[in-house]
Nanobody
Framework: QVQLVESGGGLVQAGGSLRLSCAAS????????MDWYRQAPGKQREFVAR???????NYGDSVKGRFTISRDNAKKAVYLQMNSLKPEDTAVYYC????????WGQGTQVTVSS
């Protein structure tokens, strides 16, 4: 049974930081690319960041230079360090794994107040 469980969301003031975590089980984590996406109310789901099985990373344009994705294969976890948060970063953040099949977590709410 595949499970991706996000945590670390919450309410933060603009300019602040949050660190999201995603704990994975039921997948071959070390071979999976891991992504973060987000979805704001009334908007389409948006790509935030990816880290490949080899550790390469890429980011959506709106978060480059502010967010950092990392992974710990021993813990089967992926993280998203979010700095210099802006109100427009407010969204539900989803973890996703990709290894042939894409799986999704249930999401964690991030709210940035101005």
């Amino acid at each position: 049974q595949v499970q991706l469980v996000e945590s670390g969301g919450g309410l933060v003031q603009a300019g602040g930081s949050l660190r999201l975590s995603c704990a994975a089980s039921g997948i071959i984590f070390r071979l999976s690319a891991m992504d973060w996406y987000r979805q704001a109310p009334g908007k389409q789901r948006e790509f935030v960041a990816r880290i490949t099985s080899g550790g390469s990373t890429n980011y959506g344009d709106s978060v480059k230079g502010r967010f950092t994705i990392s992974r710990d294969n021993a813990k089967k976890a992926v993280y998203l360090q979010m700095n210099s948060l802006k109100p427009e970063d407010t969204a539900v953040y989803y973890c996703s794994s990709v290894f042939g099949i894409q799986y999704w977590g249930q999401g964690t709410q991030v709210t940035v107040s101005s």
